[in-house]
């Protein structure tokens, strides 16, 4: 088993000082054993910790989620059905964040190709923004 300084642990896990330091602040990640010198010190099991909350963070989990998850792989005895849950259920949200966003897209592209770039007294651009009765879309 290694000891690591917070140093070497962000360096070995791309996560920043400060990030770690708030991730142990808020519970994520356990406090970290103090030397005599009063600096931190880890182990791997904080490497492999600290790199599954990076990668559920990469994926756009949110925090109580990834305590969540994190409490799971902590009981690997535990059926898997609330980790799939919570997957499917961020699932869910990425998905209605893509049609929000393809709504966005569509409305701007049509916004900006009905532009005939004269002046602002004749701009699409202008009149959409002033009128949402001017969309396609109730909600973007």
Do not use: W
Request: include cysteine.
């Amino acid at each position: 088993m290694s000891s690591l300084t917070i140093g070497a642990l962000a360096k070995r896990t791309g996560v920043k000082i400060p990030t770690i330091r708030y991730y142990e602040s808020i519970g994520l990640l356990p406090e970290a054993p103090r030397t005599g010198s009063n600096r931190r010190t880890y182990d791997d099991k904080a490497v492999n910790r600290l790199r599954f909350i990076r990668h559920a963070r990469e994926l756009g989990f949110e925090v109580e989620a990834i305590r969540q998850l994190l409490a799971m792989a902590d009981d690997p005895g535990r059926p898997c059905r609330d980790a799939d849950l919570l997957a499917r259920t961020h699932l869910a949200e990425i998905e209605s964040r893509i049609a929000r966003l393809e709504a966005l897209r569509d409305e701007v592209r049509r916004m900006v190709d009905g532009c005939a770039q004269d002046q602002v007294r004749s701009c699409h651009v202008i009149e959409v923004l002033a009128d949402h009765a001017h969309c396609l879309h109730d909600r973007h």
